[in-house]
């Protein structure tokens, strides 16, 4: 059995009785290769899956000073170069899926592989609403959040702070 990750999926395989299966799991669901089950196969077919990541996600306290969320991520390759992306601080709306303490009023601050500042927002309304919206990934209350960013292939890392040096739980 072969498991991997491979242009957004998993893929995995396995081999007997002179059969061999692929199996790709893409963020949409699996994926049969059309090699799959090819009786005496002796080679596996990756196919090319256009899908990209839907959303990677970190839950921490944040604190005041240096004591904040940080969360760093990679978008890579040339075939993915300028990507939009939606990076979200949400605090308030964790209540409601029962979170205790969550951070009241969170800001977002964005900076690329030289620590560089991109962008930083503290209510998502306030700027890029739009767009934020029609991504379907506008937060569900005006205090927290959002940055809407066409990035380049490279390294970056999302900072959450507490507005006024508040604290408490964020995503």
């Not at 306290?61 to 890579?76: A, H, N, Q, S, Y």
């Not at 029962?98 to 962008?119: K, Y």
């Not at 379907?136 to 960013?149: C, F, Q, R, T």
Request: charged content about 10%.
């Amino acid at each position: 059995a072969l498991a991997g990750a491979f242009a957004g999926s998993v893929v995995l395989s396995g081999a007997g009785a002179g059969r061999v299966a692929i199996l790709a799991v893409a963020p949409l669901g699996p994926q049969r290769s059309p090699r799959s089950g090819l009786a005496g196969s002796a080679y596996l077919a990756f196919e090319p899956v256009t899908e990209k990541l839907r959303n990677i996600s970190a839950r921490g306290l944040v604190g005041t000073g240096d004591d904040v969320l940080i969360g760093g991520f990679i978008v890579g390759g040339s075939a993915l170069d300028n990507n939009t992306v939606v990076a979200r601080a949400l605090g308030p709306s964790l209540s409601q899926a029962g979170v205790a303490n969550p951070l009241s009023d969170p800001m977002l601050e964005l900076h690329n592989a030289s620590g560089a500042l991109i962008a930083t927002n503290e209510n998502w309304q306030d700027t890029q609403s739009a767009k934020i919206t029609a991504s379907g990934l506008a937060p569900s209350d005006p205090l927290e959040s959002a940055i809407y960013a066409v990035l380049p292939a490279g390294s970056y890392t999302a900072v959450v702070r507490g507005a006024g040096g508040t604290t408490g739980l964020a995503l």
